[in-house]
């Protein structure tokens, strides 16, 4: 069995030296064997609460992975959609007004899911209002700038639109198992930040400031889970349960730079760490969550913490403390 304490340690230290409120970690194999060690606390403010392991957190973008890729892929098994066609063959109304020469009616979804688009980083698409019907309109009736591909959340919510025209239900209605819910989740919730647009501590309600005024679930945010249901949801990826032959394909051949349909493959600086092996997939989310698959050693982790809480304006060390954590998972788990 992995050493769990001592995958632990980078972690642990960071709440220990009040880096972040309360970490989490999550241990799985392809074998079935699973650890996870808890500390610190889940909420600092309005009333201090400690951390266990029955907290639902806030994936944030893990949702793209986790919730979406895989409601795609799936769609995709069912011949319900093809990845190499345009979204225009869910969303026909996707820049109507025009049809002729708009580039967003010629994007594919797979270039949405690699990020292969010309889609800006960052939209505050929440200062525009918040009717999730006319916000939806927005998004699809835009003319986007154009730029170089960088890793947009655009590109994931109209994934969820498509989700929603294809199937006619909201993201909800998938679903997702035991521990993945979309929010507000059934149990103890850990807080993320004091939001000055909302004006209080947010908790059991979605930090993303866009998905929020999008309804609360969308493509790109949204999904809460326990460390239990990230694990289940990780174990079907390594035993195959949770996974068709062409979505494990498709979610670990790059397609664009180090992006596969979805997810981070393994590259040289990434949150994953260094010492994994090169069939290694992973994704991280803003509140301070991330989930890694090595397909190679059949082994799966994900980090959870509250780094955003009580802000994000902050230096938590999260992004020194990711690929730590990796490389101290691998180093347990090559010596066990």
């Known amino acids: 069995m992995i050493d769990i304490d001592r995958a632990f340690v980078p972690a642990a230290g960071a709440v220990a030296d009040g880096r972040i409120p309360g970490a989490t970690l999550g241990i799985v194999t392809a074998t079935g064997e699973r650890a996870v060690r808890v500390t610190g606390m889940a909420a ?15 994936l944030a973008s893990v949702s793209k992975v986790v919730a ?8 995709a098994d069912q011949d319900r959609l093809d990845l190499d066609r345009p979204l225009t063959d869910a969303i026909p109304d996707l820049r109507q007004y025009d049809v002729a020469n708009a580039p967003e009616r010629r994007l594919t979804f797979r270039d949405c899911l690699a990020h292969s688009t010309f889609f800006p980083a960052v939209e505050p698409i929440y ?22 591909p960088v890793y947009s959340d655009i ?5 969820g639109i498509a989700i ?8 909800s209605a998938w679903p997702l198992g035991a521990g993945l819910s979309y929010g507000p989740p059934p149990g103890p919730a850990v807080a993320t930040e004091r939001c000055p647009w909302r004006g209080r501590v947010l908790k059991g309600e979605v930090h993303d400031e866009n998905c929020a005024a999008m309804g609360g679930e969308t493509g790109h945010a949204g999904l809460f889970g326990t460390v239990a249901g990230v694990l289940d949801f990780a174990a079907g990826l390594l035993d195959g349960s949770g996974a068709s032959p062409a979505m494990l394909g498709a979610i ?17 600086g990434w949150s994953g760490g260094g010492a994994c092996s ?24 994900t980090l959870l913490t509250n ?5 994000r304006h902050r230096d938590s060390g999260i992004f020194t403390l990711r690929p730590a954590t990796g490389d101290a998972v691998i180093a347990a788990a090559d010596a066990g």
Not at 155 to 159: D, E, K, R
Not at 286 to 298: A, S, Y
Not at 307 to 311: A, E, I, Q, S
């Open 44 to 58: 600092l403010e309005p009333e201090p609460e400690s951390l266990t392991e029955a907290h639902w957190f806030d």
């Open 68 to 75: 979406t890729t895989t409601m795609i892929m799936r769609l």
């Open 278 to 301: 090169p069939e290694t997939i992973g994704h991280t989310g803003f509140t301070g969550t991330g989930l890694w698959v090595d397909f190679e050693r059949g082994l799966a982790w």
């Open 155 to 159: 590109n994931f919510m109209l994934l």
């Open 164 to 171: 929603e025209r294809i199937t006619g239900a909201p993201l």
């Open 127 to 148: 200062t525009y209002g918040d009717d999730p019907a006319r916000l939806r309109a927005f998004v699809l009736q835009r003319e986007w700038k154009q730029g170089p």
């Open 252 to 268: 670990r051949t790059p397609v664009y730079e180090h992006r596969t349909c979805g997810w981070e493959r393994r590259f040289e």
């Open 307 to 311: 780094r955003v809480h009580p802000t």
